[in-house]
T-cell receptor, first 117, second 115 residues
Framework: EPEVTQTPSHQVTQMGQEVILRCVPI?????FYWYRQILGQKVEFLVS????????KSEIFDDQFSVERPDGSNFTLKIRSTKLEDSAMYFC???????????????FGSGTQLSVL | GENVEQHPSTLSVQEGDSAVIKCTYS??????FPWYKQELGKGPQLIID?????GEKKDQRIAVTLNKTAKHFSLHITETQPEDSAVYFC??????????????FGAGTRLAVHP
């Protein structure tokens, strides 16, 4: 069964350092997302990406964050200068268009646990 | 914006019993309501979903009901088994014009099924 894969599974970094989280979405999907989950809290939407541009971003997704689809298979989330509060589990997800516009099923990867020290 | 409330936060049942998890949403424009199961160390896994033009959907031991007037939806698991133990998240997706899904999640329910 096709799945979303994320690497690395764990990332430890020092405050102020740049990190890149990587994802390989399901191959025929058109929409890509990043969500995050701070320990014990809700899963939160960060950003959606379609046709090589951001469709929507949340208030969390400030200038320190960026996303890129550098080739036909990878989708990355970059945090330029990490802060302590960026520590969280980051989930990549992808969806196809679905039978009703805007209601494609989201499939999530296993996540990258980011720890900022 | 949309807000999703989920109850209970924890639920403990005996194997074979039924489990019910309830969610309410605030945005009447939401039209898609998936449920995800998250096991330890894994990402959320879609287990069932319902669209706003349907009141109930069933898949084997799992069913979801939707009351659009009251803005609430529920997950029902019958004949629970120990492997059903996990954290369950409800979500709502407000209608978007961009053709994508922006899921707003509930806080999750930790379900424990005891043999």
């Amino acid at each position: 069964e096709p799945e979303v894969t994320q690497t690395p599974s764990h990332q430890v970094t020092q405050m102020g350092q740049e990190v890149i989280l990587r994802c390989v979405p399901i191959s025929n999907h058109l929409y890509f997302y990043w969500y995050r989950q701070i320990l014990g809290q809700k899963v939160e939407f960060l950003v959606s990406f379609y046709n090589n541009e951001i469709s929507e971003k949340s208030e969390i997704f400030d200038d320190q964050f960026s996303v890129e689809r550098p080739d036909g298979s990878n989708f990355t989330l970059k945090i330029r200068s990490t802060k302590l509060e960026d520590s969280a589990m980051y989930f990549c997800a992808s969806s196809d268009l679905g039978p009703f516009r805007g209601i494609g099923k989201l499939f999530f990867g296993s996540g990258t646990q980011l720890s900022v020290l | 914006g949309e807000n999703v409330e989920q109850h209970p936060s924890t639920l403990s049942v005996q194997e074979g019993d039924s489990a019910v998890i309830k969610c309410t949403y605030s945005d009447s424009a939401s039209n898609y309501f998936p449920w995800y199961k998250q096991e330890l160390g894994k990402g959320p896994q879609l287990i069932i979903d319902i669209r706003s033009n349907v009141g109930e959907k069933k898949d084997q031991r799992i069913a979801v009901t939707l009351n659009k007037t009251a803005k609430h939806f529920s997950l029902h698991i019958t004949e629970t088994q120990p492997e059903d133990s996990a954290v369950y998240f409800c979500a709502a997706s407000p209608l978007t014009t961009g053709g994508y899904n922006k899921l707003i999640f509930g806080a999750g329910t930790r379900l424990a099924v005891h043999p």
